[in-house]
């Protein structure tokens, strides 16, 4: 598989980490500290990090993807 080819549900877990993280940032209670954990550990186990060959620049990669400020929008 690709290191650059993400599935849609792949990328909104991403977005939806950078959510949490910047929640858990704004608001640093126990309940946003558990809510960014939750959003990690479904982000660690997507089965698609057992299909890249090398797994940092995958990461690297998705993050810039899913980065709220630097994501492609549709073009009209």
Do not use: C, I
């Not at 704004?26 to 660690?44: H, I, K």
């Amino acid at each position: 598989m690709s290191d650059t080819d993400f599935p849609a549900d792949l990328l909104e877990l991403q977005r939806r980490w950078y959510a949490a993280e910047a929640d858990w940032a704004a608001d640093p209670t126990e309940e946003q500290r558990a809510a960014f954990a939750a959003v990690s550990a479904e982000l660690y186990a997507h089965p698609y990090r057992a299909g890249v060959e090398n797994r940092h620049k995958a990461e690297m990669k998705l993050k810039q993807a899913a980065r709220p400020d630097t994501a492609e929008t549709p073009e009209s």
